[in-house]
């Protein structure tokens, strides 16, 4: 049971030491996997993980983590990635490392040594802004990514994913694990507009919602925009909204929490005076429920066909990310619940619709998400911003879940 | 009254002859204002002219004109524009300055000097393709361009209106009209697919629409598509297909020949995983009734206001064309028609879609524009077609016109 709170100015420090470690001639952080901002942000934590009296490692693909031993060698994890997106804030993914530590160093000088040993893990990789590769650094933890998936993607400047990480100092994994995760739990600013919207400090994520992807491409008939009367028309980018506006009305008919985004759209010629001969655009739905989210789609790709086919226009739909929504785990998902009730903590339950480390986790530890606010909800941006109260709540909170994990 | 019909492989001749006189580092017929293309396509046209016994000289501006003297100075003029567009065809404004050779040829050889004076125009430019300026060609021959209005515009290499008018030879409007202009016949193709689909070989144009064009922009907000429920969005491309589709629903209501088109639309920042913040698209209403018109783009204003009211975004519509539709001569359009009756010839009184030198010409001449097919309504474009049987019925179409006016 904690009784004092953490220390929230610490937090600050952390996430303003860390933010240093950027590429300056870039708005906000921009840090990529193993670039040398990426290295001197990781020699940073290392050196903050000594001065908490934590043991660190490395392991083979570049994750960094700092130990706090206890009676057994069964382990408690914390943390998040210490890559941002280009331009991104101070506080996705940082804020998870940081609070890790931030909560180690509590336990550490008002509990001692734990039942269990805890640990703050600084992942490699998450965001996939680099390389066209996404949880690099979950993903290994929880497994292995072989190199053949990965060696020979290029970044922007030709690089290889192979010899970006040789030259970082790493490898592809090859160590076996030989700890036991007993748990992962991840805490993270919501990058949605939800908690501050409706005035709570701590999101309870229970589903990381399944994302399905599509490009769609009509094609119809480009036509002079003053010699062809409507009637002759096949006018794609009028089939296009019709569908827009279908897929939209349907997603908030059926019910919270789908959500389903147009959010790529061009046209062809795109030209003032011609009538669009083809249209394509990415149409991206998540939902928690796999499902729902398969009915969902199966009646907006059906009314889509009879669109098309009532104005004569080429339909094309393509699938280009499939994933499943994962559960967090119901276990840990009730202590935090309890832990917020015990101690006032204004909570709410709910899902997560970005991607995060903890649905990688989830495939093989008990895991959990736990929120805060995003101011407007803007994330992946230098004006992310969460209160330093809000911060501190949120540290609380995996202070809370820790202690019950690792001391209990 | 004339008996034989005109020779239609001279047409074809002539077209390809003219086509000669192009880009060739380009698809297709591309001849811009006052380009070494232009010069040599007006050089052996003058050269044409000659060989058919006309009298030739250019204005100040670069309309080049082949004249036929009669009785008197009064003038029926006929003809069309020498410029292309970038990658045009074989048939928009060349065939018009061909046919209006070919008959002239046809009645000279026959029916000898007619009672007025008959020319055959080359004008200089009409699409607008070099420099951001349409009908410069027919402007000048009803009235006078001034330089501050084109001087300084610039064409793609940075070159200015006034340079390459004067690297041509030519000069802004200083002659004084001496000339009465009776009558401007242009033949021109349909470039919509209208006469084809109902199978009709010539078109008797009663009015060329009014356009007006609008630039629409959506301001909602940019929100992470995973994050932000769909009760929290301001989706711009929802309003904007939703305008969309009321825009196209209402236009086919409205009957015709009301056309609207949304031809070009952006959407920022057009990611797949963001709801899109901001849309902008262009709008284009034509209609032959000024009054109908109003009464549409005031209708479909007013729900647009009324949708982005409803959705919570910002709208703004700026207007960047605004041209009245023009009617041609009722007198000569009954002239053509009572033609096409007397020769069983297969006519459609119908609206042109399209600008044409004709409804600059009408403002101050009494003008007649006629159409010929286009296969499949291509114009703009390598791929346009029309057959030669048609551009024979059309010249033999002009020539009863030019006989009726010139001769009796």
Redesign the interface.
């Known amino acids: 049971m904690v009784t004092k709170n953490p220390d929230i100015n610490k937090i600050m420090d952390y996430i303003n030491g860390l933010s240093k470690h950027r590429d300056l001639t870039k708005e906000g952080v921009t840090r990529l996997l193993f670039d040398e901002y990426w290295i001197s942000a990781q020699n940073w934590l290392e050196d903050q993980f000594k001065i908490a009296g934590l043991c660190t490692y490395y392991d083979d693909v570049g994750n960094l983590y700092g130990r706090f031993e206890g009676d057994s060698k069964n382990t408690i994890m914390t943390g998040s990635h210490v890559d941002t997106v280009i331009s991104g804030g101070k506080y996705d993914g940082q804020y998870g490392i940081v609070a890790g530590l931030v909560a180690i160093e509590y336990l550490k000088s008002n509990f001692g040594k734990p039942k269990k040993s805890i640990e703050v893990v600084s992942m490699a990789e998450e965001e996939g802004s680099r390389f066209p590769f996404t949880f690099w650094g979950s993903k290994n933890i929880i497994g292995k990514v072989p190199e053949e998936e990965v060696g020979l993607l290029i970044d922007e400047k030709g690089v290889t994913f192979k010899e970006a990480l040789k030259s970082a100092g790493f490898s592809f994994k090859n160590n076996i694990d030989t700890k036991t995760i007993d748990g992962f739990i991840e805490l993270h600013i ?5 908690l501050e ?1 409706e005035n709570k400090t701590i999101g309870i994520v229970e589903h990381i ?1 399944g ?1 399905k ?1 599509y490009l769609v491409t009509l094609k119809g008939e480009a ?10 028309r096949k ?1 794609s ?2 089939c ?3 569908m ?2 279908m897929i ?1 009305e349907r ?2 008919t059926f019910g ?12 062809d010629p ?7 001969g083809r249209v394509t655009f ?1 149409l ?1 739905i ?1 939902h928690i429920d796999k499902n729902l989210m398969g009915r969902y789609i199966e009646e907006i790709m059906n009314e889509m066909k009879d669109m098309a086919r009532e104005m004569k226009l080429d339909l094309k739909v393509e699938k280009y990310m499939n994933g499943d929504p994962v559960p967090m785990s119901s276990h840990l998902v009730r202590t935090i619940k309890g832990i917020c009730e015990e101690k006032g903590i204004d909570f709410k339950m709910m899902h ?4 995060h480390d903890a649905q990688i986790m989830a495939l093989k530890v008990p895991t959990a998400l736990i929120f805060v606010p995003s101011h407007k ?1 803007i ?2 941006n230098p004006e992310e911003y969460t209160r330093i109260e809000d911060l501190g709540e949120g540290v609380k909170t995996l202070i809370e879940t820790l202690y019950k994990l690792a001391y209990e």
Chains 1, 2 share one sequence.
């Open positions: 919501e990058q949605g507009g939800v919207i919602v994302q992807r036509n002079h925009a003053g010699t062809t009367p409507m009637k002759y006018d980018i009028h296009a909204s019709r827009v506006c939209m997603a908030r919270e929490p789908i959500v389903a985004t147009v959010g790529k759209l061009e046209i795109n030209t003032s005076n011609v009538v669009p990415t991206d998540r997560s619709g970005a991607g909800g994330s992946h």
